[in-house]
């Protein structure tokens, strides 16, 4: 798979250890950037970019980072297209998770909603929360999940990317 990656100064370092995890997978990683280390950076520099990659078929998917993701998401989603989901650490559901009166079972059910649900096709990741580890999983957990394709979820997408 070909996969848009892309940080502000806050997830350089989380972004290269996850982009040499990928490659070892066998993916191939499109990575736009920053090169060097600015703290004074601006994320949107770098998110229009990889989100443009995805939207254009360049890439399949995106993958980005920043200290909490929030900015980064909200860039990437400006672009026609985009639907890209937050992920700042596990979450544990309190009740019901979809229509069927599923209750999931267990900490990363939010990711696989995300693709389950909303077909996310690219991933916004809050470096200062997440360690190498955690990204490993959540990355490789959100890659393997497919859309579920249910006609509701089909429906709310197309209203989405018509705006």
């Not at 601006?42 to 939207?55: C, K, L, Q, W």
Request: charged share 25%; proline share 4%.
């Amino acid at each position: 798979m070909k996969i848009a990656l892309s940080t502000d100064h806050a997830g350089m370092e989380l972004l290269g250890q996850l982009q040499q995890y990928l490659e070892s997978l066998g993916h191939e990683c499109v990575n736009y950037g920053p090169d060097t280390f600015q703290p004074e950076d601006d994320y949107p520099d770098f998110i229009f970019p990889a989100a443009e990659a995805v939207t254009s078929g360049e890439c399949e998917v995106g993958i980005i980072m920043g200290g909490s993701g929030q900015g980064e998401a909200m860039a990437a989603n400006r672009v026609k297209g985009v639907r890209c989901a937050v992920y700042y650490g596990p979450a544990q559901p309190v009740g019901v998770v979809n229509a069927e009166g599923h209750t999931a079972g267990d900490e990363y059910e939010i990711i696989r909603l995300s693709r389950q649900h909303n077909d996310a096709n690219m991933l916004s990741l809050a470096a200062r929360f997440l360690s190498v580890e955690e990204v490993q999983k959540v990355v490789t957990l959100w890659l393997e999940t497919p859309f579920g394709a249910v006609e509701r979820h089909q429906r709310r997408i197309a209203k989405l990317d018509e705006r």
